[in-house]
């Protein structure tokens, strides 16, 4: 039995109790701290009126961000918490321009995320960009040589995922930053999927951009969303901003004068809720250190190939340790409804069409439980137990 000092933290997510929770790669279990946070909030709203703005409320997108800094390499002031990843992303493809020196290329893969891609696709042609999208080939990674191939010297930036969210497969983010600096290029990083599973230093990597959320193996729930931008991009200001951007916002002046740091990627009015609840997750990780993370991922991820594999299920994942995140998918015989039946039993996971059922352990996850998924998969297999759920309406979370 593998001594595992990780566990004792479990007690800290109460759903952990109740269920066996395999789905932090779509939405993290949450900390038992966050409802006393949620009721500090309602407490300050309810006492302190309009006045908790200047208690602490107006600094909360930074000083949140502050928590996220250290899981990224990031140094304090550098973090800015915005609603979604979307935005964020819409932020950095405003903040370029993309009708001088030539540079109107923006360079993306066919695995990253759709939300990613569809505000790329919809606003590139607006602000005279086109976008080169490199194929996958195997639905499982990109091909990096191929990948490099395409960053050239008419390219401006390049967007792409970290990892990958349909398969987890890591992309050898530094080299792709080199090259890309090589060639005049930015690269701005979708890190949604590694931050909180997989180490992760946007210094060493020397990113330009940055983007992730606290949503999923972060811990801290929806509406937590961060960007980084590197100090070295300090002149670049995104034309998607608000108010909370602007040096004096308290003046109303009738044009922008951006701050200084995280503070000019700011947009509107904060969504002060989700940021009560989006530190505790992080400050848990923190303490757990993401080297633990991350060892016991890769342990718990190799084995779940290894049972999958003895069974014949297709697996939609890297079998390289170093090329693999925190989640394996496998596609098993009536997957989609033997994931319901699953679901049904507590046992907390998802479903995509093409890739099977994911299973994602985290940190908190037992041994135990990574080999009882699979058995209770055989179970319902053996059973026929997934017949009950063919005509049910598809959960996917």
């Not at 949450?30 to 949620?38: G, K, Q």
């Not at 006492?47 to 602490?56: C, E």
């Not at 918490?81 to 030539?102: C, E, F, H, W």
């Not at 923006?106 to 505000?119: A, H, K, L, Q």
Request: net charge negative.
């Amino acid at each position: 039995m593998t001594d595992d000092s990780l566990l004792r933290f479990r007690d800290q997510f109460p759903i952990l109790h109740s269920t066996t929770y395999l789905v932090s790669n779509s939405l993290g279990a949450m900390p038992r701290a966050v409802p006393d946070r949620l009721k500090e909030y309602a407490d300050q709203w309810a006492t302190r009126g309009v006045r908790a703005w200047a208690q602490g409320w107006w600094e909360m997108p930074i000083k949140v961000g502050d928590e996220i800094a250290p899981l990224i390499g990031a140094g304090a002031g550098e973090v800015a918490m915005v609603p979604n990843v979307t935005i964020a992303q819409a932020q950095i493809l405003s903040s370029l321009d993309y009708r001088k020196d030539g540079r109107d290329t923006i360079v993306m893969t066919e695995m990253d995320f759709p939300s990613v891609r569809y505000v790329y696709d919809a606003l590139a042609t607006k602000l005279g960009a086109r976008i080169v999208v490199v194929p996958s080939d195997d639905g499982i990674s990109i091909d990096e040589d191929r990948l490099l191939a395409a960053i050239d010297e008419r390219t401006r930036l390049v967007s792409i995922s970290h990892v990958l969210f349909r398969s987890a497969y890591i992309l050898d983010a530094a080299r792709i930053c080199a090259h890309a600096h090589r060639m005049g290029a930015l690269v701005a990083l979708d890190a949604y999927h590694s931050v909180g599973v997989v180490p992760v230093d946007v210094k060493a990597m020397d990113a330009d951009f940055l983007t992730g959320g606290v949503l999923k193996w972060l811990c801290g729930g929806p509406g937590g969303s961060f960007l980084w931008v590197s100090p070295k991009v300090s002149e670049i200001s995104p034309a998607l901003t608000g108010w909370q951007a602007h040096e004096h916002p308290f003046a109303f002046e009738p044009e922008m004068s951006y701050a200084s740091g995280a503070w000019g990627w700011l947009t509107g009015t904060p969504v002060i809720p989700a940021l009560f609840a989006a530190s505790e997750g992080p400050r848990i990780l923190r303490e757990a250190t993401m080297v633990a993370i991350r060892e016991k991922s890769v342990r718990q991820t190799s084995r779940l190939i290894e049972l999958a594999d003895a069974r014949g299920f297709i697996v939609t994942a890297p079998r390289d340790n170093d090329r693999r995140a925190g989640t394996v998918a496998f596609d098993v015989p009536h997957a989609r409804e033997v994931a319901q039946a699953l679901l049904a039993r507590d046992v907390i996971v998802d479903y995509r069409p093409g890739a099977g059922i994911r299973v994602a352990p985290h940190f908190y996850t037992t041994d135990g439980e990574v080999e009882s998924v699979v058995e209770i998969i055989d179970e319902i297999l053996a059973k026929d137990a997934w017949k009950k759920y063919t005509h049910e309406k598809l959960v996917v979370t």
